[in-house]
């Protein structure tokens, strides 16, 4: 089988390319696109704990760690002590950092738009259908695991 015919080369190539797009992007407005991302997923009013951050994002926490403090130099962010819990932190947003977030969400909505006015909607449904797919038996590993549960 060729590697244009994988399915995992058309996802990877396409998310190279989507990538390398939205750091163009972040790096025109002094930023990045792991920085955008993590602004995206800070709440603007409340904060968001730290420890909660990484998990929703899927990112490991030490590259979360490095982002944060790049973050935190740039100005974007500040840590402050989570209320509800004494030993946590709150991630929260400068007023820069509000301005950050509201470009990668302009940038994140131009592209959402731009795919989907070149898109019908029956392909679109049938590209997210897929997706989702793919999500879920990777996610529950059931790829690589279905011949042994078969075998069991």
């Known amino acids: 089988m060729l590697k244009e015919n994988t399915i995992d080369h058309h996802l990877r190539a396409t998310w190279q390319l989507v990538s390398k797009m939205y750091n163009e992007q972040a790096i025109r407005q002094g930023y990045t696109m792991a920085m955008g991302f993590v602004a995206l997923n800070i709440d603007v009013v409340k904060g968001t704990p730290s420890t909660s951050l990484g998990p929703k994002m899927g990112m490991e926490a030490t590259s979360l760690s490095r982002i944060l403090k790049s973050m935190e130099e740039k100005g974007t962010i500040y840590r402050e002590k989570n209320p509800k819990d004494g030993r946590g932190v ?63």
Do not use: P, W, Y
Request: charged share 25%; no cysteine; hydrophobic share 40%.
């Open 90 to 152: 709150l991630i929260k947003l400068t007023e820069l950092g509000i301005e950050k977030r509201n470009q990668a969400k302009a940038s994140v909505l131009h592209f959402n738009n731009e795919i989907n006015s070149n898109v019908n909607k029956q392909d679109m449904n049938g590209f997210l259908n897929v997706i989702e797919t793919i999500h879920k038996m990777v996610g529950e590993n059931l790829i690589f695991n279905k011949n042994k549960q078969k075998a069991s």
